[in-house]
């Protein structure tokens, strides 16, 4: 009877003890990213952009136009976060011949869409992203930390592209202080964060 | 086995049961709250208005200012309510960024798609805009070989489709004069179905009425 009862109360501890296993098992890790998608990441960690100058001199930085060096040394400071802080290689090159990464500026009519990221594109084996900015006159790129209507950091949101760029979706998970990827803008876009480098160093080994 | 060694077993027994149950429990809530979000209303696919392309894709992801109407309220020329009556077909626009030549390869074509909609209910109006009247707006994208992709955060149409749209006309008069677009993108527009305005932010539906206010 003793020895029965005994391995009873085993039997009963790993089922509950797998019980609980499994439960904390298959709890969402809130602390990590939650969206994904395997289509948006290069398959090398090293890459190189093309930035158009002709490009980036419409956009209104600083409220004027054209100022190409300093729009470009904020553009620039995006990339910089992504290549100092996660396994990735980024840096620009002036050979832009064929199928490159390139960073320039484009005219759409919604204000609200102040940059985008395109998807990754496959063409003849070489894969590539542009990273557009918006020129419309009503955008109103500056370096104040900020990202409303009237006035928006080009640093912030290079660093969001950047994110974009790596591979990142929007990430709607965690709180304030956990990612630069949310939509729209936060003041959390002003520096790469921790989740975010742990989300992107697996896809770079 | 004495009963203490009994009454042990059994405390233990209730104890790691209620640990677990209750952990599986929560993950089960947790879960439940996930697919929650997930949409509940057909979203539309503009691919159908363009059978001979090889596709209407995505563009890419954006920075957004914002995703709410209100705070760009004042941009917005025209709130109504409307079915869709055509897609026109694409059209060519000239961006005027200079681009490098190696670079405008690989940007394809700028294009615009008209959107005509017909006018059932005006709420917000700078002009004189009636119902059974018909009002363009445009959606851009890129045309890239025989592939269409949208601006990120663009919203989609379908032929018949009951929309609730906030409206802007363009100040600038780059892609063509008045030219006029959905504010926000995807967040400037709601597809009406069974009797609540959904779009990208409202995917389990919102009232119709309170769609059509927040430009107020």
Request: hydrophobic share 35%.
């Amino acid at each position: 009877m003793g020895i029965t009862m005994t391995r009873i109360t085993q039997i009963t501890t790993v089922i509950t003890a797998l019980t609980i296993m499994i439960g904390f098992t298959a709890i969402p890790n809130v602390s990590a990213h939650s969206e994904d998608n395997p289509q948006k990441w290069f398959a090398s960690k090293t890459q190189s952009l093309c930035y158009a100058d002709t490009g980036i001199s419409y956009l209104k930085f600083d409220g004027s136009t054209p100022n190409t060096a300093a729009a470009k040394t904020q553009i620039r400071l995006g990339q910089s976060q992504m290549s100092d802080n996660t396994n990735m290689n980024l840096s620009e090159t002036t050979s832009c011949t064929g199928y490159k990464n390139w960073v320039t500026s484009f005219y759409d009519s919604n204000t609200s869409l102040a940059a985008y990221t395109t998807a990754l594109f496959t063409t003849s084996g070489t894969e590539y992203k542009l990273i557009y900015f918006n020129n419309n006159q009503y955008e109103y790129w500056v370096t104040n930390g900020n990202c409303s209507s009237t006035t928006l950091d080009l640093s912030n949101i290079s660093n969001h592209e950047f994110g974009h760029f790596a591979g990142m979706m929007h990430q709607t998970d965690g709180s304030t202080g956990h990612t630069m990827m949310r939509d729209p803008c936060t003041s959390d876009n002003s520096s790469i964060k921790s989740a975010d480098i742990s989300f992107v160093n697996p896809h770079y080994p | 086995m004495t009963m203490n060694q009994n009454n042990k077993i059994f405390t233990m027994l209730a104890i790691f049961s209620v640990a677990g149950i209750s952990i599986l429990a929560t993950n089960s809530l947790l879960t439940s709250t996930e697919n929650d979000l997930s949409a509940t209303y057909i979203q539309s696919k503009m691919s159908k208005a363009f059978p001979e392309l090889d596709g209407v894709l995505d563009g890419g992801d954006a920075t957004m200012l914002t995703t709410n109407i209100e705070d760009v309220k004042s941009q917005v020329q025209y709130t109504i309510r409307g079915t869709v009556v055509n897609i026109g077909k694409l059209k060519e626009w000239t961006d005027p960024t200079p681009q490098p030549d190696e670079l405008r390869k690989l940007m394809g074509k700028s294009v615009m798609i008209p959107i005509d909609i017909k006018v059932t209910q005006v709420k917000k109006d700078k002009s004189d805009l009636k119902n059974d009247e018909i009002i363009t707006v445009n959606v851009l994208g890129h045309l890239i070989e025989n592939t269409l992709y949208l601006n990120p955060n663009s919203p989609q149409f379908e032929i018949g489709e009951d929309v609730v749209v906030h409206i802007s006309v363009d100040p600038n008069d780059i892609i063509e004069k008045d030219f006029k677009f959905v504010q926000l993108g995807e967040y400037g527009k709601y597809s009406i179905q069974d009797g609540k305005a959904f779009n990208a932010k409202y995917s389990h539906g919102r009232d119709i009425a309170k769609a059509l206010d927040e430009t107020q």
